[in-house]
């Protein structure tokens, strides 16, 4: 069960990491025509704005597949140095900080999408975009994230309660130390 879950959100993740390439990829384009047509006199105009909302929102989603591959950083000073149950432990204690971490901010999240929608509250710019456009999948960003940590931890912690120690490294530890091991 707990590889199946794993499975299934780092194939669920590589989705929503294709789905956030492509919209990086069409900000870029976009940033890229308004450039050419500055050149010409002309501006599309708002590109800035667009294009740090977009990376607001891709760095929200791009979180979660960034765990599925543990690609975040991590200090591991003390890990290297005990056998596979206390790297386990360590791996565990790290899961349950960052989901935790995770959790406060997408619930800290909800008051600010909150309030926008209550307000329709519009970007005090030209374009005067309406906030919750960025917003709602800024949120719903983190809220995945949360939802990937707590399930990831969940199945590690099965992994590591039936023994199964390199199989929880796979899905929780320190990608550094994996790779020097090969």
């Known amino acids: 069960m707990a590889e199946r879950l794993l499975a299934g959100l780092r194939r669920a993740n590589r989705w929503v990491v294709l789905a956030v390439g492509l919209v990086l990829f069409a900000c870029a384009a976009f940033v890229l025509a308004d450039i050419i047509l500055r050149k010409t006199g002309s501006s599309l105009g708002g590109t800035d704005e667009i294009s740090g909302y977009v990376m607001a929102i891709a760095t929200s989603w791009g979180m979660a597949f960034a765990l599925t591959e543990l690609a975040h950083v991590r200090i591991d000073v003390l890990r290297a140095r005990v056998g596979a149950l206390g790297r386990s432990l360590f791996d565990l204690f790290s899961m349950i900080v960052l989901s935790a971490s995770v959790t406060f901010i997408a619930v800290k999240c909800w008051p600010v999408v909150a309030q926008t929608l209550a ?62 091991a090969l």
């Open 119 to 180: 307000n329709s509250s519009r970007a005090n710019t030209a374009l005067e975009t309406p906030l919750w456009l960025v917003q709602v999948p800024w949120f719903a960003g983190w809220v995945w994230f949360a939802c990937v940590a707590w399930l990831t931890l969940f199945a590690a912690l099965i992994l590591v309660l039936r023994g199964e120690f390199e199989k929880s490294e796979s899905a929780i530890g320190a990608f550094a130390e994996q790779e020097n």
